[in-house]
């Protein structure tokens, strides 16, 4: 596995053609320090830290098991329209002072259009002139012209998780299909945006699924990679999902950056279920986080993972 790591540092990269059941049968410790290898050489002792805020909260049309803004099923989710653009601005810059990078709107919702999008332009360009932060943005499926307008805006990377495979995707959602979430990724590539999108681990899929979904975002070219650890929401369809071990987290964590060895691999929702902020997490090949409050799935402050990143050796 050393001699692996050694030869991906050097640029020769894992895919279909090969035989990968070795990273699902390797010794974990082995496999997770191999991963780490890999991430200092090509990505050295950098950390980044990204918080979002939740511009337009439930009622989304679409059905993914997984989601409690669904409007498909019953959940205690909060409800709301979209915030006025001060408040937005105004918690970018909070974000900022307590030491983000990155800010994202997230809006529910199959995509935002017409009025809407022009409100998220506005606090875009809000957000650029006024703060320091690299703004992304996170609103579903847009089209080629709206990715532009984001850009032009401000926006320099857009959110838009595959959440599993291809093979494991119907059984996860039915209101749109795999295919759609790929050709919005190439869209907001085409649009010169860089792209973060990754999944959900724990929904029910394979190992299998697993790779795939990592060689897929490798084939991308996605730059980061959000690994989000499955919140079982009281009301959805996966409420009863029981949680991955720790073990299959780590191993998780240490194939994806084995196989998008210089990305962003970025830890999300349920990382809290780990001691310090999944502070093991950021020795299998993670480096980078969504932090702060403004998901109750995420559960880690700013200034606790700044520490956290500092005990690393990380630099911030």
């Not at 950390?47 to 098991?65: H, Y």
Request: net charge negative.
């Amino acid at each position: 596995m050393e001699a692996l790591a050694e030869r991906i540092i050097r640029g020769e990269r894992l895919d279909r053609r090969d035989d990968l059941s070795m990273l699902v049968e390797l010794n974990l410790e082995t496999l997770c320090r191999a991963a780490d290898q890999v991430r200092r050489a090509l990505c050295g002792d950098r950390g980044e830290l990204c918080t979002i805020v939740n511009g337009r909260s439930g009622r989304c049309s679409e059905d993914c098991r997984f989601c409690a803004q669904s409007c498909h099923y019953h959940t205690q989710a909060e409800e709301y329209p979209f915030l006025p653009v001060q408040e937005i601005v105004e918690e970018g810059k909070r974000n900022e002072a307590a030491g983000v990078h990155r800010y994202s709107i997230v809006t529910a919702g199959r995509g935002i259009h017409g009025r809407e999008l022009d409100h998220a332009l506005e606090a875009y360009r809000r957000l650029r002139e006024e703060t320091g932060l690299g703004l992304c943005a996170s609103h579903g499926l847009q089209t080629r012209e709206e990715f532009q307008a984001m850009k032009e805006a401000g926006v320099t990377r857009y959110h838009a998780n595959l959440e599993t495979s291809r093979r494991n995707f119907p059984n996860i959602c039915t209101t749109h299909t795999y295919e759609d979430k790929l050709e919005n990724i190439r869209r907001a590539k085409e649009a010169g945006l860089e792209v973060c999108s990754g999944g959900i681990l724990g929904m029910g899929e394979t190992w299998e699924d697993r790779i795939d979904m990592a060689l897929d975002l490798w084939e991308l070219g996605v730059v980061s990679i959000p690994l989000n650890l499955l919140t079982p929401i009281p009301g959805t369809p996966l409420a009863q999902q029981p949680l991955l071990k720790d073990d299959e987290v780590c191993r998780s964590v240490a194939i994806f950056r084995l196989l998008n060895p210089t990305a962003w691999i970025r830890m999300a929702a349920g990382r809290r279920r780990f001691a310090d902020g999944g502070k093991l997490l950021f020795r299998c090949g993670a480096n980078a986080a969504i932090t702060g409050d403004m998901l109750t799935t995420t559960g880690t402050g700013i200034a606790e993972d700044r520490t956290m990143f500092a005990q690393l050796g990380y630099q911030i």
